[in-house]
């Protein structure tokens, strides 16, 4: 994957993320959630130990990355979907 090509599958995971938070809040507070400041209403640890495994916690920008990632095998990023993702 180039650059061009990472720059859009994580601008895509931040807006991902975005509407993520805004279906999980009420109407007064998802007007104020933006790209600019999500990460205020995400937890500080990105990381699971489970298993003895360290994985990448659900519903951040780095896991809609991954599963970006692999819809990409299937589809153009300009047709994935937030439906495609979960």
Avoid: C, G
């Avoid at 896991?63 to 990409?72: A, G, M, N, Y």
């Amino acid at each position: 994957m180039n650059r061009r090509m990472s720059k859009k599958v994580k601008q895509k995971s931040i807006l991902f993320v975005v509407e993520w938070l805004k279906s999980m809040l009420v109407e007064e507070e998802k007007e104020k959630v933006s790209v600019h400041n999500y990460k205020n209403y995400l937890p500080q640890e990105t990381h699971i130990y489970a298993n003895k495994q360290l994985m990448v916690s659900s519903f951040t920008p780095r896991w809609f990355t991954k599963k970006i990632k692999k819809v990409l095998k299937s589809k153009p990023i300009d047709k994935i979907t937030y439906n495609d993702i979960i």
